[in-house]
């Protein structure tokens, strides 16, 4: 009975990211963080400075070219500093597919939104030689022949 509700997750190793930024630009620095599916996790102003303390949570995974990533989009403005966190459980799982009317009327027959738990479980699959299932070709059309 528990294999018919299983239901695999992925546990992604994570970093802990101290920002020291100024008020122009954590828009940019937030920007940042979401765009490496981090989170923020608290800011608060440094007393006597112009800087903003942004703690954040970020996926080791996407954290490669971080640093550089924010110092190029606040032209230096911004200061990372990230350091091992732990394990935590990604909520959702690399098989899923949409099955039930309801799910395809919300996501539409091609799945728009990425599965984040495939992808990263497809890369590592990639990365160690194993076989990665995927669509060579996913949303074609037939191509016309125009007459001359």
Known sequence: AGFL???PRLHLAM???DIQATSEVL????????RRRGRVLSEEMREGTPYFSIKSAIPIVESFGFADEIRKRT??????L?????????DMDP?????TEEELEDLGEKADRDNVAKRYMDKVRKRKGLFVERKIIEHAEKQRTLKK
């Open 75 to 80: 032209s230096g403005a911004a200061i990372p």
């Open 27 to 34: 828009g940019k620095v937030y920007g940042v963080i979401n």
């Open 95 to 99: 098989f899923w597919v949409p099955t």
């Open 82 to 90: 990230l350091i091992y966190r732990g394990f935590e459980s990604l």
């Open 5 to 7: 509700h299983w239901s």
């Open 15 to 17: 970093y802990t990211c």
